[in-house]
């Protein structure tokens, strides 16, 4: 990685990335893996210093784990809490453990953001095709045919460079300067209601909070959140009436957090009124411009899935971007980008709005029903265990949409599996980082053509034959791994829909799960999907600035 501190920046590139927070960090991470040549411009001098989001789930610790960083992050993570929901009167009413998942990881996750930032940031410096340029502001851009060149200057008064690439993704936040050099409108809905985010560095963590928990007292709805190494977090609703410039006081803080803990004894870091929002971009596409994260949606944080969201779209797009600049794929595969991880943003939002209004009511009576319910959902599997959150799951987009086979746009799951060597590894490490045919017992390679066979293989597809714990495996060609799934998710998937062969994607969804029969047509498939005919790019002035 090249670090540079103004638009010193190579002046021609493949992908462009504006945006330098967790986002934009690891799609550079995920293109830096695929040997794709790309420049980051940030407009900030250095690295943030406090915390904004603080919770993930497997599903991206599974992002992290293809971007090769998944083993530097967990000794920053705190794995295992539980959310609680408390009454009225502050008494414990449901507890969610977030059971049962599928994706090798714990399903919830937090996590100090500067250390996750520095995770990305060191992962980054792996690879010498990606430049990052900090103090660089994004004035204009311009598309010309295959390229786009973005006008960057150093700092506010400084002198302005070019950058010319064959791809722009926007990963600069809610307020994204490049949204608004393309004209793409920002709809939705602002919450009306603010409230005030105290974070603070303890002496140690407090004994008497071990996880995460939402404040049903309608006097003060708040939440309170132990994060990593000391850290802790408080939200508190703000009242009708009160001044938020006075509420946002460290004074103020300090009395909020009284409670809980000697003010006097701890550190603040933020205290600052929020007013939270549930937008997304009219486009997330627009030529050679395209949005990820913030830039292309918002929303409430009441379900800690803003972030992910955005850490999803770099998963799905950063194979897409690979394929379409190494010639494998057509442009139109973007198209699904947008197609795709829309209506999965648009149910987590839901989640998230009703996350907030469990907690946000100020109506004693409504307040006093919500109990009453909580109190039951305590004891319904399908609340405490978590199963109310929306797997990740497409409907339509780049995969096979046939209905043939009910799996495809589903994650495949990542089981622990047993190797011949008796080594035991997750089942992504076995499989590697880009397309793979996994096999329900038996070898994939045995049932391709000699010509569907070499095609995968220019891919880098990974081959793999999963059984049962203690099932013997079926002979296998050199190059495919046999392996047993000791969780057993693997063999459940089949079971559940079926197929003999699981062609997933390098984001791992699966693209097609077709039996020994229909495997030369999943192959043709990858063909008609993923390639295309390409046609000439139109030249278009987005907006463009004067050079100086």
């Known amino acids: 990685m090249l670090l540079t501190a103004g638009p010193e920046a190579p002046r021609d590139t493949d992908v462009v990335i504006v945006g330098y927070g967790p986002v934009g960090a690891m799609l550079a991470n995920l293109l830096g893996r695929a040997g794709i040549r790309t420049t980051v411009l940030e407009r900030d001098l250095r690295p943030h210093t406090v915390p904004r989001a603080g919770s993930t789930d497997d599903e991206v610790l599974r ?41 090798g990881f714990e399903r919830l ?19 010498p095709h990606v430049t990052v340029v900090r103090g660089a502001r994004v004035e204009g851009v311009h598309e010309e045919g295959d390229r786009v060149t973005v006008w960057a200057r150093e700092g506010d008064h400084g002198r302005q460079t070019s950058v010319r690439a064959r791809w722009l993704v926007a990963c ?18 602002t919450y009306d209601q603010p409230w005030l985010v105290v974070d603070a560095a303890l002496e140690t963590p407090l004994k008497e909070i071990p996880s995460f928990q939402f404040l049903g007292d309608p006097d003060r709805p708040g939440v309170t959140l132990p994060l990593p190494g000391a850290h802790h977090r408080w939200e508190f609703m703000v009242l009708p009436g009160e001044d938020h410039a006075e509420l946002a006081t460290a004074e103020s803080a300090r009395r909020l957090i009284s409670p809980w803990v000697d003010p006097d004894r701890v550190t603040l870091l933020r205290h600052v009124v929020y007013t939270f929002h549930a937008r997304a971009a009219e486009r997330w596409r627009s030529g050679r411009v395209l949005l990820a994260g913030d830039a292309a949606h918002l929303m409430p944080p009441f379900a800690g899935q803003g972030l992910s969201s955005g850490l999803r779209d770099a998963h799905n797009l950063a194979w897409k971007l690979a394929a ?19 209506p999965h943003v648009a149910r987590m939002t839901r989640l998230t709005r009703l996350s907030g209004a469990l907690v946000q009511t100020r109506h004693r009576r409504l307040a006093a029903v919500r109990d009453t319910a909580l109190s ?63 096999g329900n017992g038996v070898d994939p390679q045995v049932h391709l053509s000699r010509a569907d066979r070499e095609l995968w293989a220019s891919l880098g597809a990974g081959f793999v034959s999963v059984v049962r714990p203690g099932h013997r495996w079926s002979a296998c060609e050199p190059g495919t791994a046999a392996v047993e799934d000791l969780d057993g998710h693997a063999v459940a998937f089949f079971a559940r829909h079926g197929g003999d062969v699981a ?20 192959t043709e498939l990858y063909r008609s999907l993923v390639h295309g005919p ?4 139109p030249t278009r002035t987005i907006r463009k600035a004067g050079r100086s």
């Open 63 to 103: 992002v992290f784990q293809a971007a090769g960083l998944a083993d530097a992050l967990l000794p920053h993570l705190d794995l295992g809490q539980s959310a609680q929901f408390r009454s009225v009167r502050g008494a414990p009413l449901a507890t969610v453990r977030f059971a049962g998942g599928r994706n």
């Open 109 to 127: 996750a937090f996590f100090y953001q500067p250390d996750l930032e520095r995770v990305l940031h060191e992962g980054v410096a792996r690879y």
């Open 172 to 189: 600069d936040g809610g307020r994204s300067t490049v949204r608004g050099l393309c004209s793409i409108a920002f709809t939705g809905s």
């Open 324 to 342: 379409v600049i190494t010639d494998r794929a057509d442009p139109s595969l973007l198209d699904t980008y947008e197609r795709e991880r829309r």
């Open 376 to 438: 039951r959902a305590a004891h319904l599997p399908y609340f405490t265990e978590g199963r109310f959150k929306p797997e990740l799951r497409y409907s339509r987009g780049a995969f096979d949409t046939s209905r043939r086979r009910s799996g495809t746009g589903h994650a495949f799951p990542q089981p622990t599996v047993r190797t011949p060597e008796g080594r035991l590894r997750p089942l992504d490490d076995v499989i590697g980082g880009g397309w793979a045919l996994i």
């Open 503 to 522: 062609v997933v994607r390098p984001d791992r969804v699966v693209f097609a799960l077709p039996d020994l029969r229909g495997l030369d047509s999943a």
């Open 534 to 537: 390409s046609g000439p790019s």
